[in-house]
Protein backbone atom coordinates (compact mmCIF):
# COMPACT_ATOMS: atom_id res chain seq x y z
CA UNK A 1 0.00 0.00 0.00
CA UNK A 2 1.54 3.62 -0.72
CA UNK A 3 2.76 5.68 2.08
CA UNK A 4 0.88 9.48 1.34
CA UNK A 5 3.07 12.06 2.77
CA UNK A 6 1.94 15.70 2.31
CA UNK A 7 4.80 18.65 2.79
CA UNK A 8 3.45 21.94 3.37
CA UNK A 9 4.58 25.15 3.33
CA UNK A 10 2.63 28.57 3.58
CA UNK A 11 3.29 29.59 -0.63
CA UNK A 12 4.16 26.17 -2.25
CA UNK A 13 6.65 27.67 -4.44
CA UNK A 14 10.32 26.14 -2.44
CA UNK A 15 10.72 24.44 -0.03
CA UNK A 16 7.46 22.06 -0.10
CA UNK A 17 8.06 22.09 -3.44
CA UNK A 18 11.46 20.80 -2.99
CA UNK A 19 10.42 18.21 -0.66
CA UNK A 20 7.94 16.60 -2.66
CA UNK A 21 10.12 16.19 -5.32
CA UNK A 22 13.04 14.98 -3.86
CA UNK A 23 10.65 12.62 -1.89
CA UNK A 24 9.38 11.16 -5.31
CA UNK A 25 12.54 11.09 -7.06
CA UNK A 26 14.46 8.89 -4.25
CA UNK A 27 11.49 6.59 -3.60
CA UNK A 28 11.41 5.86 -7.38
CA UNK A 29 14.97 5.35 -7.57
CA UNK A 30 14.77 2.90 -4.09
CA UNK A 31 12.03 1.31 -5.49
CA UNK A 32 9.82 2.41 -2.41
CA UNK A 33 5.87 3.00 -2.67
CA UNK A 34 5.71 6.03 -1.13
CA UNK A 35 4.08 9.38 -2.78
CA UNK A 36 4.47 13.20 -1.80
CA UNK A 37 2.17 15.96 -2.31
CA UNK A 38 2.82 19.31 -1.60
CA UNK A 39 0.56 22.43 -0.74
CA UNK A 40 0.57 25.72 1.08
CA UNK A 41 -2.17 27.61 3.10
CA UNK A 42 -1.64 30.37 1.09
CA UNK A 43 -0.22 29.35 -2.75
CA UNK A 44 1.70 31.64 -4.13
CA UNK A 45 0.32 30.61 -7.99
CA UNK A 46 3.63 29.80 -8.62
CA UNK A 47 7.06 27.84 -8.34
CA UNK A 48 10.08 29.84 -7.42
CA UNK A 49 12.55 29.94 -10.44
CA UNK A 50 15.50 29.01 -7.80
CA UNK A 51 13.44 26.12 -6.54
CA UNK A 52 12.83 24.63 -10.16
CA UNK A 53 16.80 25.57 -11.23
CA UNK A 54 18.34 22.88 -8.33
CA UNK A 55 15.93 20.16 -9.12
CA UNK A 56 16.89 20.23 -13.11
CA UNK A 57 19.86 20.67 -12.25
CA UNK A 58 19.77 17.16 -10.11
CA UNK A 59 17.89 15.59 -12.99
CA UNK A 60 14.46 15.99 -11.76
CA UNK A 61 11.55 16.66 -14.17
CA UNK A 62 9.17 20.16 -12.81
CA UNK A 63 6.91 19.39 -15.56
CA UNK A 64 4.30 18.03 -13.56
CA UNK A 65 4.32 20.39 -10.01
CA UNK A 66 2.28 23.81 -9.33
CA UNK A 67 1.36 25.74 -6.47
CA UNK A 68 -1.67 24.69 -5.05
CA UNK A 69 -3.70 25.23 -1.59
CA UNK A 70 -3.87 22.33 1.05
CA UNK A 71 -8.09 22.72 0.67
CA UNK A 72 -7.46 20.17 -2.03
CA UNK A 73 -5.98 17.74 0.16
CA UNK A 74 -8.77 18.37 3.31
CA UNK A 75 -11.29 17.48 0.57
CA UNK A 76 -13.10 13.86 1.08
CA UNK A 77 -11.77 12.52 -2.61
CA UNK A 78 -8.07 13.49 -1.77
CA UNK A 79 -5.05 10.67 -1.04
CA UNK A 80 -5.08 9.66 2.53
CA UNK A 81 -2.20 10.92 3.75
CA UNK A 82 -0.08 9.09 6.14
CA UNK A 83 2.37 11.86 7.04
CA UNK A 84 2.33 15.31 7.12
CA UNK A 85 5.19 17.27 7.12
CA UNK A 86 6.02 20.80 7.62
CA UNK A 87 8.86 22.46 6.22
CA UNK A 88 8.50 26.76 6.92
CA UNK A 89 7.90 27.75 10.40
CA UNK A 90 4.75 30.21 9.43
CA UNK A 91 2.90 26.54 7.97
CA UNK A 92 3.58 24.70 11.59
CA UNK A 93 2.28 28.03 14.14
CA UNK A 94 -1.26 28.01 11.40
CA UNK A 95 -4.07 25.75 12.21
CA UNK A 96 -4.13 22.89 9.46
CA UNK A 97 -7.52 21.53 8.21
CA UNK A 98 -8.51 18.50 9.56
CA UNK A 99 -6.57 15.62 7.69
CA UNK A 100 -9.24 12.37 6.74
CA UNK A 101 -6.80 9.36 8.49
CA UNK A 102 -5.44 11.66 11.14
CA UNK A 103 -1.97 11.16 9.66
CA UNK A 104 1.34 11.44 11.83
CA UNK A 105 2.47 15.06 11.65
CA UNK A 106 6.23 16.20 11.99
CA UNK A 107 7.97 19.83 11.56
CA UNK A 108 11.38 19.82 9.59
CA UNK A 109 12.06 23.44 9.54
CA UNK A 110 14.33 25.09 7.15
CA UNK A 111 15.41 28.99 6.80
CA UNK A 112 14.15 30.28 3.44
CA UNK A 113 16.27 30.27 0.71
CA UNK A 114 14.75 32.90 -1.05
CA UNK A 115 15.75 35.71 1.52
CA UNK A 116 19.55 34.74 1.16
CA UNK A 117 21.96 37.78 0.47
CA UNK A 118 24.01 37.55 -2.08
CA UNK A 119 22.02 38.31 -4.75
CA UNK A 120 20.92 35.47 -7.49
CA UNK A 121 24.40 33.72 -7.03
CA UNK A 122 23.49 33.85 -2.87
CA UNK A 123 20.13 32.50 -3.31
CA UNK A 124 21.01 29.61 -5.89
CA UNK A 125 23.64 28.47 -3.59
CA UNK A 126 20.87 28.63 -0.92
CA UNK A 127 18.59 26.82 -3.03
CA UNK A 128 20.91 23.67 -3.26
CA UNK A 129 21.89 23.47 0.37
CA UNK A 130 18.35 23.43 0.89
CA UNK A 131 17.35 21.08 -1.71
CA UNK A 132 20.46 18.84 -0.26
CA UNK A 133 19.24 18.95 3.00
CA UNK A 134 15.91 18.05 2.48
CA UNK A 135 16.80 15.16 0.43
CA UNK A 136 18.98 14.33 3.19
CA UNK A 137 15.71 14.01 6.00
CA UNK A 138 13.73 12.03 2.95
CA UNK A 139 15.84 9.78 2.50
CA UNK A 140 16.38 8.81 6.43
CA UNK A 141 11.74 8.49 6.24
CA UNK A 142 12.62 6.60 3.55
CA UNK A 143 15.12 4.15 4.88
CA UNK A 144 12.17 3.27 7.76
CA UNK A 145 9.80 0.72 7.69
CA UNK A 146 6.87 2.23 6.94
CA UNK A 147 4.66 -0.15 6.69
CA UNK A 148 5.33 -1.72 9.61
CA UNK A 149 5.51 0.90 11.87
CA UNK A 150 2.60 1.99 14.43
CA UNK A 151 1.78 5.79 14.20
CA UNK A 152 3.61 6.13 17.69
CA UNK A 153 6.56 4.40 16.31
CA UNK A 154 6.53 6.70 13.30
CA UNK A 155 5.89 9.75 14.99
CA UNK A 156 9.22 9.11 17.09
CA UNK A 157 10.98 8.31 13.99
CA UNK A 158 10.19 11.35 12.53
CA UNK A 159 11.02 13.34 15.72
CA UNK A 160 14.43 11.60 15.75
CA UNK A 161 14.60 12.73 11.87
CA UNK A 162 13.93 16.60 12.67
CA UNK A 163 16.62 16.54 15.26
CA UNK A 164 19.69 15.08 13.74
Known sequence: MTTNVLILCTHNSARSV??????????????????????GSAPGGRLNPFAVESLVRTGIDVSGYRSKSWDEFAASHAPVMRIVITVCDSASAETCPYWPGSPVKVHWGYPDPSLAPGGDEGKR????????????????????????????????????????
Do not use: C, W
Not at 153 to 159: F, M, P, R, V
Open 18 to 39: LGEAMLNHLASKAGKDVRAFSA
Open 125 to 164: VAFELTRQAIGYRMLQLLALPLESMSDEELQQALTAISES
